[in-house]
Each structure stands twice: as C-alpha cells, then as structure tokens.
C-alpha cells in the first residue's frame, strides 16, 4: 500500500488521481482531511510525530511513502524559518522513526535541482552541491536523511531533484510559465525580472508524474536528476508565449524588465539534455513533453476558461 503526503498539493493531486484511475491503491493524507474530485484524503500532520506513529501503526499495510508534503515556496521559507524547518526537515526525521517502527520499505522523496546552485552549468548527480537558499539547504540536509536510513537499515529510497514543473493539474500553482501565460491571457506587459537570460529547465507535470509512476511499480533506487527536455532563457520563454499566442489567438503582448528581486539560487542548466541521462539508462525513463507541449496544454485550457 502506497501512502502519499501532501496529496492536496500540486503533484499530490495529480499522482492521486492518476493512481485512482490506474486502480493502484494508495492512501493519500493531508494536513486538512479533504476529498478531491475523486478521493477522499486522512488526515495527516506531518510535522507531528505522534500523529505519524499513530497513522502508520493504523495501517500496517503500507509499504511505500511518497512524501510530498512540503513549504516549496522559497519566499515563505525565507519568511519563516521555523515553519519551514518543522515541515520540510522535521517531517523526515520523524517520518523515518515512524516508518523504521512500522517496517516500511520504501521512500519517495521530491528533492530540487536548486540543491545544485547557480553556478553549475554541466550538472549530473555526482555534481557538487551548492545550495544557497534556505529551501536548497533543506532539500540537502532531507536527502542526508534518507541516505543515511539507507545506510544503516536497508530502507529503499528514491530521490527526485525535479527542476521546475509546469503543466496543467487538479490545483494550479504560480509557476514562472503559469505567471507568464495569465499575464498574456489579460492581454497585459509580460514583466522579467533581471535581464532574462537566466536559464531554466522545465518539467511537465504529466512527466513528473510518470516518473513517480515508475518508482511505485519498480524499484527505482537512488538519487536522479527528474527534467524535461526543454531548456531556455526567461527572455525565450516569454518570446514563445507570445510566438504561440500569436499563432493561436492573434496577439503578442509587450516584454518589460525590471529588476531582479534577489539572486538566482538555480543553476543554468546550460547542458541539462544530458543531466538526465542516469534515470533513462538505468530504468528506460525519460521525459517527452516540450514547453510548447506544455504551453499548448495550458493555454487550451484558458480559453475554455474564457468561453464558459
């Protein structure tokens, strides 16, 4: 039995669904017990350890956790540095006391290319890791966690360092790509911070969750690179929005800078096509969604928007 946390979130809803319509049982919690469009959801406050003991000794028959749960925000982990530690390094060592108690086998842990640093440009999972934001000092000192249960009790332990996931799904989330398309949608100046040439790499939600998939039903054990196969500037991102928006609905809009709010904290990802090669050689995976599949996706859904 899978237990996922955080299934009310962004890829929790997404990985939730898709297990439903699979017919793959899992247990998908909470901090608030909510039902979904197609499920209902325990709850589960992961930053309590009783309450994990509890849950967990309440269903013995789960043998995998994927632990979603978390403050991905960077702004509100630099905004509060207590709340943040308590749910995304907290919740680790306590999910792991209560899972050692409970004989689970497996985690599934979601980690950051952010662990990488800005300045890595020829990024692979052996690359040094440079975190400068407290979220990237987070995800390091959680995947630590997790190596050393591994280590020293034989747990199964998959890590993600996901780059930035975009794409349409059950709950939207403020994106880079998201933000620059409803900008578009209103018919409004796309606004960059900085001078654009930033580079991203960018993760379809549907490839995220497929990736998830694939460590449920095998054992994918270690720590993997999880990108797509688009990389590009900001600058080159806001230009094929307004490329494809043109195309599809016969409008650009206009592109202003501004400056940049604070420092880059991601690498550049210069060379990410071959960053993921270690999950596709070891276990077939590899991502196929574009941005423009992405873009193309996102924006079908805002003009149904528009048109009820």
């Given at each position: 039995?899978?237990l996922i946390?955080g299934a009310?979130g962004?890829?929790?809803?997404a990985?939730?669904n898709k297990?439903h319509d699979?017919?793959?049982?899992c247990?998908?919690t909470d901090?608030?017990?909510l039902?979904n469009?197609?499920?209902?959801m325990?709850?589960?406050?992961v930053t309590d350890?009783k309450?994990?003991?509890?849950?967990?000794q309440a269903?013995k028959e789960i043998?995998?956790?994927?632990?979603?749960?978390?403050?991905?925000?960077?702004d509100r982990c630099?905004?509060n540095h207590?709340?943040?530690l308590?749910?995304?390094?907290?919740?680790?060592i306590?999910m792991?006391?209560?899972?050692?108690?409970?004989g689970?086998?497996?985690?599934?842990?979601p980690?950051?290319?952010?662990?990488?640093g800005?300045d890595?440009?020829?990024?692979?999972?052996?690359?040094?890791l440079?975190p400068?934001?407290l979220?990237?000092?987070?995800k390091?000192?959680a995947?630590n966690?997790?190596?050393?249960?591994h280590?020293?009790s034989g747990?199964?332990?998959?890590?993600f360092?996901?780059?930035?996931?975009?794409g349409?799904?059950?709950?939207?989330?403020?994106?880079?790509?998201?933000?620059?398309?409803?900008r578009?949608q209103?018919k409004k100046?796309i606004t960059i911070?900085?001078d654009?040439?930033?580079?991203r790499?960018?993760?379809d939600l549907r490839?995220?969750?497929?990736?998830?998939l694939?460590?449920?039903r095998?054992?994918?054990?270690?720590?993997f690179?999880l990108?797509?196969p688009s990389t590009?500037s900001?600058a080159?991102l806001?230009?094929?929005i307004?490329?494809m928006?043109?195309?599809?609905?016969?409008?650009?809009?206009?592109?202003?800078?501004?400056e940049?709010?604070?420092?880059d904290?991601?690498?550049?990802?210069?060379?990410w096509t071959?960053c993921?090669?270690?999950?596709?050689?070891?276990?077939?995976?590899?991502a196929?969604y574009t941005i423009?599949?992405?873009i193309e996706?996102?924006?079908?859904q805002?003009?149904g928007?528009?048109a009820?």
């Open positions: 039995m899978i946390t009310n962004y890829i929790g809803q990985l939730t297990l699979l017919g793959i049982p247990l998908p901090i608030r017990g039902t469009a197609n499920v209902k325990d709850e589960l406050d350890a309450a994990w003991t509890r849950y967990l269903h043998d995998t956790i994927v632990h979603l749960a978390a403050e991905s925000y960077i630099e905004a207590q709340a943040a308590k749910t995304n390094v907290g919740s680790v306590h792991l006391n209560a899972a050692a108690d409970a689970v086998q497996r985690i599934i842990f980690s950051s290319f952010t662990v990488y800005p890595n440009v020829e990024i692979e999972e052996s690359s040094q440079h400068k934001s979220y990237a000092h987070m390091v000192w995947e966690l997790l190596d050393h249960a280590a020293s747990l199964e332990v998959t890590i360092r996901q780059s930035n996931i975009c349409v799904g059950p709950v939207a989330k403020p994106t880079v790509v998201q933000t620059l398309l409803t578009w209103a100046p911070f900085g654009g040439v930033q580079m790499n960018f993760l490839d995220c969750v497929n990736a998830y694939l460590a449920i095998q054992p994918v054990l270690g720590t690179n990108g797509g590009l900001i080159d806001a230009k094929t307004n490329r928006g043109q195309a599809r609905c016969g409008y650009e809009v206009p592109i202003d800078f501004a940049k709010k604070r420092q904290i991601e690498p550049q990802a210069l060379s071959a993921g090669s270690k999950l596709e050689s070891s276990y077939g995976f590899q196929k423009e599949d992405t996706q996102m924006m079908t805002m003009m928007m528009d009820q």
